[in-house]
């Protein structure tokens, strides 16, 4: 299997995705466009259902490491963490709008035209590393906003925050999550992702988790 033909296939099935229902989507066509063999492409995903899971782990796995990202980049010392919880919540709204499969992933709302597959872990034969990831439980809405939740509460929290002001960032960190995705079903006025969040994390807050 050489280098980076697994994204190959994965990129040419989400292309094949935004021109069709998944149901439509033919695996041949798929390894094709990638410009590898059927066999390469059974032999990386195992099936049509395994070739779904991994797209969206992959979904999955693109956008927690976005939210990783707009935590940890850099911002404005003096008001750091509620600008970096700003961040996170507008990637959360454009990588949502950006890709339905996401979208799907965050809300539950699975259209006729996604694949659709079982949330749950399937017995899985692969020898492939990342097959055998992908064939694990795939994250439900609440359990993906957990994660970004928590990891948000353990980037920003500082070392001397008290319990409540923990519970508190907790807190602050699901609402900025839940306010993107609103935004992403209904565009948001003047100020956008960022005027909403700002709104609701004020800095005297953010100061007491720093």
Known sequence: MMPGARDSLLDAACTALARRPWSAVRMVDVAAAAGLSRQTLYNEFGS????????VRREADVYLAGVERALTGPADPGDGARERLTAAAEWTATAARGSVLLRALLTGCWSERLPSPTLSAVPSSATVPAQRRADGPLPAPGELLALVRDRAVT???GAGATKS???EMSRSCELAVRLALSCVAAPPGEGGVAGLVRSVVQPSDAAVWN
Do not use: F, I, P, S
């Open 48 to 55: 049509k259902d395994g070739l779904a899971r991994a797209l």
């Open 165 to 167: 002001a923990v519970a």
């Open 155 to 157: 980037v920003l929290a």
